[in-house]
């Protein structure tokens, strides 16, 4: 039997009903290419416009989980494959739900230790002025179960509106709204694959911008693996970033976004269970930087394909 007749017939899901729709088939398209290049049995399933349940019609064996956003990395997904028994890539139904809330992932993690910047939570009765004295300028609001930078603005003055404005904006895509202290400092990340942290990221976008467009399509955000670290400095932080990413309860792969001060230390933003596998993605660069190839990457990813 080759590698790719052992997998069996494998679902790359992609596309469905979140606000990262675009980028999920951007990831899933790069992913099903790759498995079919290795013999695999790939096909695409998009989960906004089939029924799941045809997965188990079809016979699928396994699911390679490329969704972005809500549903495809906050649990939901996960709970209906494992009620189909069906196999999926990535982290299981609590972790996926708890990373997907930035609140919540703060909390485990300041309660164990791990950096993580200053943040409130915030409605629409909230004392802004107060805010800003206890956090300074400049601020970070943003939906607090969003991601690809969706929703958020920073902010940098605050006698105008400017933080009731970006409140509302963060507010049209999730009530849950969090306030966080702007951490000034080189953006690094740090990508998990299996039980190994791959070196780091260090990301230069274009007026420290690093927003959805520089993200995902700009040819001015430059990317630099290795970080150009002191090793002492690299080999720590991804050591801390293994251990944040197991305190969620992830597993198989993902992704953590941190800033590293000019002091020294560095603080935590989130983690993400199903990150961007496109032409700009983060993991693959790193995985490249540690000898593997994107092709072999999405295998071992799917290797990992588990049930609860």
């Not at 951490?183 to 230069?204: D, H």
């Amino acid at each position: 039997m080759s590698g790719g007749e052992a997998f069996g017939r494998v679902a790359v899901l992609m596309g469905g009903p979140s606000s990262e729709r675009e980028i999920s088939f951007l990831s899933g398209n790069a992913v099903l290419a790759a498995l079919v290049r290795k013999g695999i049995d790939a096909h695409a399933f998009d989960p906004a416009t089939r029924e799941l349940w045809d997965l188990k019609r079809e016979g699928y064996a396994r699911a390679f989980i490329a969704l972005h956003g809500r549903y495809g990395e906050d649990g939901t997904v996960q709970g209906a494959l494992e009620t189909l028994k069906i196999p999926y890539t990535g982290s299981g139904v609590m972790a996926s739900a708890l990373a997907m809330d930035k609140w919540r992932t703060k909390l485990v993690w300041t309660a164990a230790g791990i950096p993580t910047p200053r943040y409130r939570v915030v409605d629409d009765r909230t004392d802004w002025s107060r805010l800003v004295d206890e956090l300074g300028l400049p601020l970070i609001v943003k939906p607090a179960r969003e991601g690809s930078t969706i929703g958020l603005t920073k902010v940098s003055a605050a006698g105008h509106g400017e933080l009731e404005r970006a409140y509302a904006e963060a507010a049209r895509h999730d009530p849950l709204v969090l306030v966080e202290e702007f951490v000034q400092g080189v953006e690094l990340t740090a990508s998990i694959v299996g039980r190994r942290a791959l070196p780091l990221i260090r990301i230069e976008a274009p007026q420290g911008n690093y927003d959805y467009h520089n993200k995902y399509f700009s040819d001015e955000t430059r990317y630099f693996c290795p970080a150009g670290l002191a090793e002492d400095v690299e080999q720590a932080i991804r050591a801390q970033s293994l251990a944040a990413f197991d305190l969620i309860g992830c597993e198989g792969w993902g992704r953590l976004d941190l800033i590293l001060e000019a002091s020294g230390s560095w603080t935590f933003l989130e983690v993400n269970t199903s990150p961007g596998m496109t032409g700009h993605s983060l993991v693959p660069i790193a995985a490249r930087a540690a000898g593997i190839g994107f092709d072999e990457l999405c295998v071992e990813i799917l290797r990992g394909a588990h049930v609860g």
